[in-house]
């Protein structure tokens, strides 16, 4: 399913995964967390389909799970002692905190999920590119590493497989052979395409002083309405974070700030910038159908 928010401005789209990933990590307020926990959720299921619910339903929730039982069991802060395990206080504190801590996690790796869907490397050179260039070079191979060893892994295995030496193949001595031989032969091809790369790059003068780039990325209206928009609903949220909006003390027992009307409307503004992609989706959608009806 095409995302018109991918199509936007480099910068638009850093800035907006800046932000919200910055967020969800240091926002531990139960409403905040859920937000984005949703929202992210929610995005990434539009960004990559059936996939991403795997993904979340077999990888995400069990780990939240996990973490949020395995907590109680090493912190027994809190003042409201539920049980005993061991003579080991289990506290309400403590399980709150675990799921809190546990959604934070959760969260941010699927915000990152979702920012490697939008964030290609070429965006991240287009940004970076002139400012830090060795830097920029070098974060941009880290990023598609994982995609590409993956993608390699799969050619080096069916090629070994059609010789008989597939991890698939021979006992349990043999596959663990013919698993090592595939890693080296996967290890060798990683540094071997890093050196090429950097040869490839400097012989085409890549971060000589005065060299001219070419980028495919122009910043439009469209693109300085949507900055306009992310900057406006995150300036909204750091007044709320200002305020004390996002705090929240766990131990030695809750304690929150009263809901009052700023409060929902800090809530509401960060639930508009976490569904910020979705609601340009929904826009775009709208106008395409708008637009099918006429003809």
């Known amino acids: 399913m095409k995302d018109t928010f991918s199509s936007f401005h480099p910068a638009v789209n850093f800035l907006y995964f800046l932000a919200v990933i910055l967020f969800s990590m240091f926002f531990l307020h ?40 395995m907590n109680p069991v090493f912190n027994h802060e809190g003042a409201t002692i539920l049980v005993y395990v061991n003579d080991n206080p289990i506290t309400a504190e403590s399980i709150v905190y675990g799921f809190a801590a546990a959604t934070m996690f959760v ?16 965006k991240f050179m287009d940004l970076f590119g002139r400012v830090i260039p060795a830097l920029s070079l070098v974060l941009s191979m880290v990023l598609r590493l994982v995609p590409r060893l ?4 799969r050619v080096i295995s069916n090629a070994q497989k ?8 021979g006992n349990v001595i043999q596959k663990a052979k013919n698993g090592m031989r595939i890693l080296s032969i996967l290890t060798t091809w990683a540094l071997e395409n890093a050196i090429e790369t950097a040869d490839s790059m400097k012989s085409r003068g890549y971060g000589l002083k005065g060299r001219t780039s070419f980028s495919n990325f122009r910043f439009d209206r469209r693109d300085a309405l949507g900055m306009t928009a992310l900057i406006a609903l995150i300036a909204l949220v750091l007044a709320g974070a200002a305020a004390g909006e996002n705090n929240i003390v766990y131990f030695p027992v809750l ?12 809530y509401g503004g960060y639930a508009g910038l976490c569904l ?20």
């Open 150 to 153: 993956k993608a390699q892994t």
């Open 30 to 69: 139960p409403v905040f967390l859920g937000i984005s926990l949703v929202c992210g959720t929610a995005y990434s299921i539009r960004l990559n389909g059936r996939r991403a619910v795997r993904f979340n339903l077999l990888v995400m929730l069990p780990t939240l799970l996990l973490f949020a039982v």
């Open 107 to 122: 969260s941010v790796m699927i915000w990152f999920s979702c920012y490697n869907a939008v964030m290609t490397s070429d």
């Open 276 to 295: 910020l992609p979705l609601l340009f989706n929904l826009w775009e959608d709208a106008k395409w159908a708008r637009l099918q009806s006429k003809t």
């Open 255 to 266: 304690a929150a700030r009263p809901v009052t009307p700023f409060s929902l409307v800090v």
């Open 162 to 169: 059609c010789i008989g030496r597939d991890v698939s193949n």
